[in-house]
């Protein structure tokens, strides 16, 4: 593979780690077409904090462009867009039949394709390279050879980066799969897992987030009943983990590009193929009501506390979709927001890891620079950043007004400290 010439379409969460890495071993260029995206890329800056300065001078093959003509002599494309849902929960895949388009535009006899982006099982041979086949005027396993091999990218971990977790592999035909797999494995320390057909491998991908999604919606389903009877969830939890193979997940907002979005890939596929499927549309049922819940469960133990709701000071201590993170997309916390304004309720945000401009753009929330002092009726910690982690409860206490509250739902704080959690 030395005469390799990488293109990796996108630059986000997954496409940057991913061209940082083939960077080092073969002549990669990352494409986007945010203009100020590759400005800052090009300056060895990461907005996300993903990519550290230092790991961008280890890849001394990768070049940034927007210019969509510099990936015209690759061989290999990997395309690594986001695959969103719509306002209906239906799958968007707009981003991922324009990168096909445009990469149709450039292939060359022999060259090979790789989709990263998180579909349904079918999606890359059903929609993709029909695009491919269109507009690059070549056929399919005879002209061209398509590959994929899932993103396992969890952004904010500094554990769990993409050497250091098994990738998983597909190619159109037993040849295409073992370069494929070749490909991947001259990066990958942890190894690879070549997956017996592409549609096998979408279908991993979707199932794995799926799995989580549907296991944290029982956990926040048990958190609703044991609240209802007066018991701590996270004392029962602590109990039941003594068990070895008790499932150790938490209850919470379920947000972001994978765990909230995932799941409607396969079950808007399921109904197309005539099944309807009950426990995992039941889990996201349960994983999108649950900022709303928070919320209403704040308003009554304001009442109970004798505190007026309306036209009250509120707090919301993170924004971003998981701790650590400067990932905004699909948040939880957003309808958490909405509802308290519903209330007619003053709402400030604080999040030292979210970009004010997205913010305000994604969400119309304007980020406060620090939380007011003596200000808020209640305060919500909705987000478990480490910065949040060193707070005292003294320090918290500062922002509260004479009477307040404080609510928990990451589990911050000891229980005796707060006066509701999840």
């Not at 060359?108 to 690059?136: H, M, N, R, W």
């Not at 050497?163 to 990958?188: F, N, Q």
């Not at 944290?216 to 969830?233: Q, S």
């Not at 305000?360 to 980020?367: D, K, P, S, T, V």
Request: proline share 4%; glycine share 6%; with cysteine.
């Amino acid at each position: 593979m030395d005469d390799s010439k990488i293109a990796i379409i996108g630059l986000g969460y997954v496409g940057l780690p991913l061209s940082i890495e083939f960077g080092k071993i073969f002549k990669t260029i990352g494409f986007d077409t945010k203009q100020s995206r590759v400005a800052d890329l090009n300056r060895s800056h990461d907005s996300s904090f993903e990519v550290t300065s230092e790991k961008f001078q280890e890849s001394k093959k990768l070049t940034f462009t927007n210019d969509v003509n510099d990936i015209a002599n690759c061989n290999i494309y990997i395309i690594t867009v986001p695959t969103p849902i719509d306002e209906y929960k239906k799958p968007n895949l707009i981003p991922l039949t324009t990168a096909s388009e445009t990469v149709g535009k450039f292939l060359q006899k022999d060259d090979l394709v790789i989709y990263e982006s998180t579909v349904y099982p079918g999606a890359t041979e059903e929609v993709c390279i029909p695009i491919l086949e269109k507009f690059s005027g070549l056929e399919f396993n005879k002209d061209f050879y398509c590959g994929y091999s899932p993103e396992r990218i969890n952004p904010g971990d500094k554990t769990h980066t993409i050497t250091t977790i098994t990738k998983v592999t597909s190619g159109s035909t037993p040849e295409i799969a073992e370069k494929v797999d070749s490909l991947y494995k001259a990066i990958i320390t942890a190894g690879t897992f070549k997956a017996a057909s592409i549609k096998t491998a979408e279908a991993a991908k979707v199932i794995e987030n799926t799995q989580r999604d549907v296991n944290i919606a029982l956990i926040n389903e048990l958190a609703i009943i044991f609240n209802k009877l007066d018991v701590d969830t996270e004392s029962v939890l602590e109990a039941a983990r003594t068990k070895w193979n008790f499932l150790p997940f938490m209850p919470g907002l379920v947000g972001g590009h994978c765990i909230g979005v995932d799941p409607y890939y396969l079950t808007n596929k399921a109904l197309q193929v005539g099944y309807h499927p009950e426990m995992i549309l039941a889990g996201r049922r349960i994983n999108d009501n649950m900022g709303s819940y928070i919320a209403d469960q704040v308003a009554k133990l304001m009442i109970k506390k004798g505190i007026n709701l309306v036209d009250s000071n509120i707090l919301i201590m993170g924004l971003t979709f998981k701790e650590n993170s400067t990932d905004l997309r699909n948040t939880g916390v957003a309808s958490m927001i909405a509802e308290f304004k519903s209330y007619h309720c003053d709402v400030d945000v604080f999040d030292p890891k979210a970009d004010k401009h997205e913010a305000l753009e994604e969400y119309n929330i304007e980020l406060v620079d620090k939380p007011a002092s003596g200000k808020y009726q209640a305060i919500v910690f909705a987000v478990a950043h480490d910065e949040f982690k060193r707070l005292s409860i003294e320090t918290v206490k500062s922002y509260a007004a004479e009477k307040h509250l404080l609510y928990d739902a990451k589990l911050l704080f000891d229980k005796d400290e707060v006066d509701g959690r999840l």
